[in-house]
């Protein structure tokens, strides 16, 4: 098995084990009695120390998940020798290092016992004074915090702190893109389907912006945040107010609410974390849809309003100007017709997923660099995170230890700065809401990230500019989900429908752009899995815009009557009210153009004319006839985009007179006269 992949395998282990407690006694316990259950959970550690910070100050939380109560407490916590690579630390997050070399050792007692059910938290301070601490060279050395009754152990957790001799020469350049984004749970009419936004704002979403704002208020950090339109629309719609609807069951939440006030605060850390000048902004797609949904699929054209929309939003809503050359595709979907697609439309920095390209083999299993080309020629440079990092992150203890786990990850990058440390190199470190952390995770990440002496933060293009591609490697071949066909046509025939709308307006109005944003976020990646959902935008479009088009009506079956070669034919038409939902109940009037066909008219007629709401026209058309008799006529209403919307059939009936054939017979009159008159004329006698 290959380095990486070992190392992987081993993170899931870590992920699984490191919070396992320990087995609770030597002896076996008499007949029925409960075996301890003791669960730790690391609140607060020093990020690293060094010979001015010599203290590893450590706050954790003991529950006795038991049925008796803990007497005789004590806390342990042995320091053990250097560990010189990364698998050598991520074994230590798992085990005792082997060999075991203790470098020095504390017990500290506990007063008090634990009853069955009682949570307690512990605090200690370790000097890292021993004489094993190696006094001239920066290491990482393993930790292990237990908790002990009658002198046996119960439960440990395993860490490790960076002690550094001195400031790094040659710090790793750290590129983190945090991704700012939930799922569309708000459907077209303002109604939210679902708690899930909710719970994150008071979570782990809510803890990522905390972090970051006071990180950039009390020290500005370079970082580059990606944000989701939908997102910030749906923050903005809470605050004003909101109601959730599920399974039939209505709830209002007023704008005094605890949520909508939170959906407020998080707008306005937002809008100062983009103003920050270390903050680069980027913006995703309008509808966070997955590029291959769209590139291929009939929508690739879509891909221009998504992109222009979602960076006018987050212009509109924070206040600052999103890069437009810098993207995280949604969900992380990206297959290779995407990047000429994007590449055209001026992206030239993704941010990859981990595993999205192959990573190439490093000597002695070392950290791959962070950036590679991506298309042809390299057009798009991807930054490329460390999958090793990114499989600490993926781990169950974010959940189950979320402070040790965040130290964990910080860790592994001091572990991959310590195996080139006078060499200048770069990492990359993808941190996407997607991860579910819960607040303390992204709180101890975030503080951990910005002290840590061995990262210098970085914008993306910046460590771009500094570590430029050395090679280019295609995507790993991935099945992009798409749209079902029938769903993709409903889009089509849909905006069809609007553009024929849009042409038929006289006055300004905001109704068309509001009906194409919802067309666009029927795109959304989340009706990729549920396109029934995605349906009540397509529905909500095709009432409003049915309401113009369908209420353009030429009554069928008229009769109309000309009694000479040359009239004018009177042609009724009317249009129904648009009522407009966002200006109220008003209507508009519309513009449309009338035509006549028939072979028995000597060319068709058309006429623009505008219909105003609810009202009945008579439309004067000059018409001239071939021939006499009864014939039909087509009229034909259409918008001036070109869709017909109205066909009707009326009946003509000309009693004309062609010109020729009444000087005919007037003729054979006269000749009739004549012969008739010849009668009393005198006859010759012989």
Partial sequence: MAAPMRRLVLLVAICALALAPLPSRAQSPSPGAAEPAVRLRLLERSSWSGPERPLLEVRFQATNEGAEPLDDLTSGLPLFGRVRSRTAYEQALLADPVPVVVVDAETYARAGDLAPGETRTFELAFPLDAPGIDPTTSGIYPVKIDLRSDGVPLAAIRTAVAYLVRPPEQPLALAWTVVLHHPLVMGPDGVFTSTS????????????????????????TPVDLVVSPVLLRQLDAMREGYAVEIDGVRREVPATSTQARRAGE???????LAASPAVSLAALPLAAPQIPSLVGTGLERDLDPQLERGRALVRDLLGAEPDPGFLWPPDGALDPPSLPALAARGVRTIALDPGAVAAEAQPLGFAPPPTVGLGKGGAIVGLAPDPAVHALLASAPLADDPVLAAHAVAGELAAI???QPGLARGVALLLPTTLDAPAPFWRALVASLADAPWLTPVRARDLVAAFPPARSAPLVQTAPRSFPPGYVEDILQARRRLAAYRSMLVGPSEEPDRLEEALLLAESGTFLADPLAGIAYLRAVDERVGTALDGVRVPAGQVVTLASRTGTLPLRISSSALPLRISSSAAEPLRVIVSLESSRLTEPR??????????E???????EVKTTGRFPVLVRVTAPAGRVIEEAEISVRSTAYNRIALLITIGAALVLVLVWARRFLPRRTS
């Fill in 417 to 419: 700065w310590q195996e």
């Fill in 266 to 272: 998080l707008l306005a850390e937002l809008r100062a």
């Fill in 617 to 623: 026209r008579t439309l004067p058309f000059p018409v």
């Fill in 606 to 615: 058309r006429t623009e004319v505008v219909l105003e709401p609810g009202a």
């Fill in 197 to 220: 936004l909710e719970e994150a704002i008071a979570g782990g979403l809510g803890g990522l912006v905390d972090a970051l704002a006071a990180l950039e208020r009390a020290r500005p």
